[in-house]
């Protein structure tokens, strides 16, 4: 009994010990470029396209322009920080042979992706937080529904944590990271209705945007932080708690697996 209690014991310490590494040393440590090159360019996203085209664009559903475009630039930092970590982070312990440390440890596939998906989502949530704040300084802005808001930020970093995951486990090289992000995820951000509202678009360009899933993020994100969205709240939480869901199952299966976890 003592011994089982001493291993899993064991085995938690190292997934935090693996989540410290991830953070700390990886995020924190190297803040300049982790943190504050995405903030910097989203404090620019604001000032440009808020402040420049609010005085064309006065407002969107009754909202001043400035504040229309918060809450997708806060998931756009979100997502493309939770996917960018975990995509980077496992592909470069795969290629530099740390990989077979954590791999070779008590901890168990399920403990493993934990660990990594946590650190995923720490930065996704911690670059999401700080874009809110410096957005903050140009712009000023209601918190409607602070746990929706909080809540949709949740999910986006969960879901692109496991798609980041997902890349990192299948990379051979940097490439396949370098296309999902650039062309895969940036289009989805930029078509997902963070500078425009969906229901201006004329058919079928409408029915074509619902398609993207990271339109029901940004629109629950709105939702929670300016109480209105063109979406029904239900339906924007219920896509993107199912993609989080799908995306963390996807990346869980691959560590079962063993999918890129051996050298």
Do not use: C, K
């Not at 991830?22 to 440590?29: A, G, S």
């Not at 029915?207 to 029901?216: E, K, M, N, T």
């Not at 939480?237 to 691959?254: E, I």
Request: overall charge neutral; hydrophobic content about 50%; proline content about 5%.
């Amino acid at each position: 009994m003592n011994g089982g209690g001493d291993l899993r014991r064991g085995q938690w310490l190292g997934v935090l010990a693996l989540v410290e590494r991830e953070v700390v040393r990886r995020v924190v440590r190297l803040w300049p470029q982790t943190i504050a090159p995405q903030v910097t360019a989203s404090a620019l996203f604001v000032v440009v396209f808020g402040l420049a085209l609010g005085n064309s664009i006065r407002t969107v559903g009754g909202v001043p322009y400035e504040q229309f475009i918060v809450p997708g630039l806060t998931l756009m930092g979100v997502a493309t920080a939770a996917f960018a970590n975990n995509a980077t982070t496992l592909f470069q312990a795969r290629s530099d042979g740390f990989i077979e440390d954590p791999v070779s440890s008590p901890m168990t596939p399920a403990q493993l992706a934990v660990a990594y998906t946590s650190g995923g989502v720490i930065r996704g949530l911690v670059i999401g937080l700080l874009t809110l704040g410096a957005a903050r300084v140009f712009v000023a802005f209601p918190l409607r529904h602070p746990a929706a808001f909080l809540l949709a930020l949740l999910l986006a970093a969960l879901a692109f944590s496991g798609l980041g995951t997902v890349v990192g486990l299948y990379s051979r090289s940097w490439e396949l990271q370098s296309f999902v992000g650039s062309l895969v995820i940036q289009p989805l951000v930029f078509l997902g209705g963070v500078f425009y509202s969906v229901q201006s678009l004329d058919a079928p360009w409408e029915a074509v945007s619902h398609l993207d899933p990271i339109l029901y993020m940004v629109e629950a994100g709105r939702y929670g932080l300016l109480g209105r969205a063109d979406v029904d709240p239900w339906i924007s939480f219920g896509v993107s708690g199912g993609l989080a869901a799908l995306m963390l199952a996807w990346s869980w299966w691959l560590f079962e697996r063993g999918e890129g976890l051996r050298t």
